[in-house]
């Protein structure tokens, strides 16, 4: 029973580790921390800052909805990239915008704050959308190219077509 259970785990433990290199994980990753150091930034904040947690927790759930959309809709490639780095890029564009708004709202203490909160984030946005751009899956492998079909009705299992009216597609 033990020999079954460590042969199970075995196989399942490897493959979440390697599934975690594809830009949609990444991604879901960064909007996790984003969503997190926005937070703590804005804790020293929180009477004024409410609004801007809520819509934060509202834009963290539709933005994860839609990278897990584009993990099911595109093939990986560069055009998945390119999505899944303009989907995080605008949600986290979105939030410091929210913070840069809240900031006029709060004394000196708290502008000072907002400030240095928007410069954090700032520059989380750009390493997050600068590694989901240099992920592993920004070159598939190349695709055979499709085989054209037949002109002549026949049999894969037949070389060429008799001819003198010998059996042939019809004649069967």
């Known amino acids: 029973m033990t020999t079954a259970i460590l042969v199970i785990a075995f196989f399942l433990i490897p ?30 904040l929180m009477p004024e800052a409410a609004p801007a947690m809520e819509e934060a927790s509202r ?21 998945r990239q390119r999505r899944v780095a303009r989907v995080f890029d605008d949600y986290a564009a979105a939030l410091i915008d929210s913070l840069r708004s809240l900031a006029p709202r709060l ?43 037949p002109l002549i009705d026949r049999s894969p299992f037949e070389d060429k077509p008799e001819e003198g009216g010998g059996r042939g597609m019809w004649d069967r």
């Open 107 to 149: 004394d000196p203490d708290g502008r000072k704050r907002a400030a240095e909160a928007v410069d954090l984030l700032e520059g989380m946005r750009l390493e997050a959308v600068e590694e989901i751009r240099t992920s592993t899956d920004s070159h598939p492998k190349p695709r055979e190219p499709r085989r054209p079909v």
């Open 15 to 44: 493959r979440p580790a390697a599934a975690q290199t594809d830009c949609v994980s990444i991604a879901l990753r960064h909007v996790d921390e984003f969503e997190a150091a926005l937070g703590r930034a804005v804790e020293p």
């Open 59 to 79: 834009r963290s759930d539709e933005t994860a909805r839609m990278l897990r959309n584009i993990r099911w809709s595109d093939e990986p490639g560069p055009r």
